[in-house]
């Protein structure tokens, strides 16, 4: 009946975000360019997607109309690799596009992760923080702290957790891969490119997510391959839900 219908609908109101889905890319063959496939997706779906690159020295990527950077300064990497997150709120305007063109940078491999989200505040943009660890002989990376996007007393966020390796280093004899996750994260994943000249060449990436009303995370560390001659990226984003 109407009251019953009515009790369920308050229950269900005010979720937090919603993981829909990952789609991972690999790029094996060094290029300038990128053409990322886009998922399906509907009208108020919210966008995230992760960019690696083997070998750069900072982000000279130019991203296509309507790709929102996050925190452009701190999400680039230096050395030999950098990653960074963008993120597009789904409306009629972009809901036809079944690529996003990024262009320009040194011609490297690369991955690319997009996550598909429901549910999110568009009013409020996810932020965003990241760690790079730059140094030969270490294999993990802590994204940090983060506070989420309060816009009110009461938190609903869904955290997502990335790490971007790469190397160009031969001699450390391992494909760039994510080896251990955060804990407390579910929905993970990896996916790996190397130069099929060189197999220690190219990069990895991983990911995970997880929904808390808490108003800030700290994930724990990634560990990742190789060591030596690697470098890794770990990022962590929040996404606030529509607050029923």
């Known amino acids: 009946d109407r009251r019953s219908r009515a009790a369920r609908d308050s229950r269900t109101r005010g979720f937090n975000p919603q993981f829909g889905a ?6 094996s063959t060094a290029a300038t360019n990128v053409s990322i496939a886009l998922p399906a997706r509907s009208i108020g779906d919210r966008l995230e997607l992760y960019l690696t690159r083997s070998s750069a020295s ?4 130019a ?12 999400l680039t990497g230096t050395a030999s690799s950098f990653s960074r997150v963008y993120y597009q709120d789904v409306d009629a305007g972009n809901l036809a596009a079944t690529t996003a ?16 989200l429901t549910g999110c505040d568009l009013t409020v943009a996810p932020v965003a923080n990241a760690t790079l660890q730059n140094s030969n002989g270490i294999s993990t990376v802590n ?7 309060n816009a009110g007393a009461v938190q609903r966020n869904l955290w997502t957790v990335y790490i971007g390796v790469a190397s160009q280093d031969s001699l450390s004899g391992a494909t760039p891969s ?3 996750f955060p804990t407390g994260y579910t ?34 560390a990634w560990t990742y391959l190789p060591a030596a001659g690697g470098r890794a990226l770990a990022i962590t984003v929040a996404n606030r839900g529509v607050i029923g």
Request: hydrophobic letters at 30%; charged letters at 10%.
């Open 63 to 74: 991203a296509p109309l309507g790709w929102t950077p996050l925190d452009a300064s701190g």
């Open 58 to 61: 900072g982000d000279a990527i």
């Open 22 to 27: 990952f789609t991972p890319q690999v790029f």
């Open 101 to 116: 063109d990024f262009t320009g940078g040194t011609s490297t491999e690369s991955t690319s992760l997009i996550v598909k």
């Open 178 to 180: 994510v080896t251990g």
């Open 143 to 149: 994204p940090g702290a983060l506070t989420g996007p």
């Open 187 to 220: 929905n993970t994943g990896t996916s790996t490119t190397t130069d099929a000249g060189a197999a220690a060449n190219g990069c990895g990436q991983g990911w995970g997510t997880k929904e808390s009303v808490a108003g800030s995370d700290d994930p724990s």
